[in-house]
């Protein structure tokens, strides 16, 4: 069963980002975020992962329009206990 969340970012505020709490190998997720205060076109997007071990994942995410953008959450995001870090990377 597949599900999806859907984040709110306004890129005029500084600051840490909305957050979304994921269990160990989750799987089915699509993560949907919808972008306000940014200046140019997406022509591209990708999610960076710091996991707890240091490792880090590249996922490329679709840009479905210029205020929104979707990744599925990847297996490598979620395979370690902890927190992981998430950057979603405009282009």
Request: hydrophobic share 30%.
């Amino acid at each position: 069963m597949n599900s999806t969340d859907t984040l709110n970012l306004d890129f005029t505020n500084s600051g840490v980002k909305q957050t979304i709490y994921i269990t160990q190998y989750d799987s089915g997720r699509t993560i949907t975020c919808n972008i306000s205060g940014i200046a140019g076109e997406i022509e591209h997007a990708t999610v960076y992962c710091k996991k707890p071990s240091g490792n880090e994942t590249y996922t490329s995410a679709t840009v479905i329009s210029n205020g929104e953008v979707s990744f599925d959450i990847d297996p490598q995001m979620v395979t370690e206990t902890g927190t992981t870090y998430a950057q979603l990377q405009l282009f």
